[in-house]
Nanobody, 123 residues
Framework: VQLQASGGGLVQAGDSLRLSCVLS????????MAWYRQGPGKERELVAR???????MYGDSVKGRFTISRDAAKHTVYLGMNNLKPVDTAVYYC??????????????????WGQGTQVTVSS
């Protein structure tokens, strides 16, 4: 399974961007999909996650500004980012998580990471 992320760039505060991440080599509908980010000198943090049934959750710092969505036909997860702020500057990583088979422990969870895409927001 591979993830290919794209859509990052250099924008100004208040602008919008949409990140895309395509999953290949696996059954897209089986995976929970998420976006993480890692800013300069910071730890990687969860930005948003959408499960296999389309239920989403967001980190506190992006609620109301970012939207995660998934398109099963395109095997793609998107992250729509509005009203971007300089603190949103980070490398954004796509993540796919396949839960373990029924009866198996969580250690059997399969996790795949994309290569990251840089988002830079200038003030």
């Amino acid at each position: 399974v591979q993830l290919q992320a794209s859509g990052g760039g250099l924008v100004q505060a208040g602008d919008s961007l949409r990140l895309s991440c395509v999953l290949s080599g696996g059954t897209f509908s089986s995976y929970a999909m998420a976006w993480y980010r890692q800013g300069p000198g910071k730890e990687r943090e969860l930005v948003a996650r959408v499960n296999r049934w389309g239920d989403s959750m967001y980190g506190d710092s992006v609620k109301g500004r970012f939207t995660i969505s998934r398109d099963a036909a395109k095997h793609t997860v998107y992250l729509g980012m509005n009203n971007l702020k300089p603190v949103d500057t980070a490398v954004y990583y796509c993540n796919a998580e396949l839960p373990p088979p029924e009866g198996y422990p969580s250690s059997y969870t399969e996790e795949v990471w994309g290569q990251g895409t840089q988002v830079t927001v200038s003030s």
